[in-house]
T-cell receptor, first 112, second 114 residues
């Protein structure tokens, strides 16, 4: 069963750009890559989703190379409020259904 | 905005009790999920459902069962609670287009089994 691999933790400072990379070697042709953000005592919330190349929204950018075996979430100019756990999620079609597998998550700490 | 409501934020139960965790979504989503989250282990899928009265096992279904009698409601049942089921339980619903799926989570239920 394919899985995702992310760094356990990262540290940054306010105003810096943060890049978090996720490895998903066994991603299937039709799978999308989705990133979620989770604050303490809350459920994860959707940040961004992509299939290939680059996707950008008001919060983040997602870079996916041609082989799609990894993806990078980019957070521009982070602030203290971006301190959270970030999860990479790859949709896996198992038996005709999407069996959504979360990685262990990356704990991002933003310092003043 | 999509709202996924879990009936309790905190719950304390005793070993051997039957426990019901309720989840309701208001966006007419077909798909609903139960995850548990433990420190250092991330989110692990317990059960999911893609239709009323339908259920599929996730990665860690042992000790749990589910019920989906109505589209908007997905219940997680611990038939006989044990201390190793102390955890944060997260419910989610989603819509899917092909393999493109977006999850919406509730705020979670922190269950303590004593």
């Amino acid at each position: 069963l394919a899985k995702t691999t992310q760094p356990i933790s990262m540290d940054s400072y306010e105003g810096q750009e943060v890049n978090i990379t996720c490895s998903h070697n066994n991603i299937a042709t039709n799978d999308y890559i989705t990133w979620y953000q989770q604050f303490p005592s809350q459920g994860p919330r959707f940040i961004i989703q992509g299939y290939k190349t680059k996707v950008t929204n008001e919060v983040a950018s997602l870079f996916i190379p041609a082989d799609r075996k990894s993806s990078t979430l980019s957070l521009p100019r982070v602030s203290l409020s971006d301190t959270a756990v970030y999860y990479c999620l790859v949709g896996l079609l198992s038996g005709g259904y999407n069996k959504l597998i979360f990685g262990a998550g990356t704990r991002l700490a933003v310092h003043p | 905005d999509v709202k996924v409501t879990q009936s309790s934020r905190y719950l304390v139960k005793r070993t051997g009790e039957k426990v019901f965790l309720e989840c309701v979504q208001d966006m007419d989503h077909e798909n609903m999920f139960w995850y548990r989250q433990d420190p250092g282990l991330g989110l692990r899928l317990i059960y999911f459902s893609y239709d009323v009265k339908m259920k599929e096992k996730g990665d860690i279904p042992e000790g749990y069962s589910v019920s989906r009698e109505k589209k908007e409601r997905f219940s997680l049942i611990l038939e006989s609670a044990s201390t190793n089921q102390t955890s944060m339980y997260l419910c989610a619903s989603s819509y899917r287009t092909g393999s493109n799926e977006k999850l919406f989570f509730g705020s979670g239920t922190q269950l303590s089994v004593l």
